[in-house]
């Protein structure tokens, strides 16, 4: 099988971000974003979702971080659409619950081409470590639109903020990785009636 990589650049005023995906990789990644613990959730994704990443980012940190935040999610999500290709024999739909000490974390996907995010996640400090937790919602709404999938996300337990925003990337990663993995009883077609996602 012939390995779905691609790599998307995208250069503003703000952000200059360089993402490279391999989904049928070993979950070896290359991460710098200039934010510590946004490097540490991109890295969990690509380990937790047996992908090969590369990140490389550089933004108006010195205004804040939502603009690398939320360009790295725009980034990401317009990576992970053109190495699905035309998304022919993927199982397209997964979910996966996240357990991480005192925090579980449910992730659903679907690569239906219509983007959607559903976030319920109870974060109750500004930051974690250099990271606003406020951008979590941000940087997954970001993915959905560029990838053009649905995300739900929802938060079952957890009080520590670090281990709710960690299940989260964790259990999205591997929903991704079973949304994206073939079925070899698709038989090459789309799993969709209409005949399109």
Do not use: W
Not at 6 to 22: F, L, P
Not at 43 to 62: E, I, P, Q, R, W
């Amino acid at each position: 099988m012939e390995e779905r990589k691609a790599s998307y650049t995208r250069t503003t005023g703000e952000t200059d971000i360089t993402i490279a995906i391999n989904l049928d990789g070993a979950g070896v990644a290359s991460v710098d974003t200039g934010i510590g613990f946004l490097d540490h959730m991109l890295n969990s994704f690509a380990k937790h979702g047996f992908f090969d990443l590369s990140v490389k980012a550089k933004g108006d940190l010195y205004v804040d971080s939502h603009h690398t935040i939320e360009d790295t999610g725009i980034v990401l999500g317009k990576a992970i659409k053109e190495a699905l290709g035309d998304k022919k024999g993927i199982k397209r739909y997964a979910s996966f619950t996240m357990p991480m000490d005192d925090a579980l974390v449910l992730s659903a996907v679907d690569f239906s081409g219509r983007p959607y995010l559903v976030y319920d996640l109870n974060l109750t400090t500004p930051k974690v470590g250099d990271f606003d937790t406020e951008m979590v919602k941000e940087f997954f709404y970001a993915v959905s639109y560029a990838a053009e999938m649905n995300i739900h996300i929802k938060q079952l337990s957890g009080d520590n903020n670090h281990h709710i925003i960690e299940a989260a990337f964790k259990a999205f990663a591997n929903a991704v990785k079973e949304a994206s993995r073939l079925d070899e009883r698709l038989d090459g077609n789309l799993l969709s009636t209409k005949g399109a996602l």
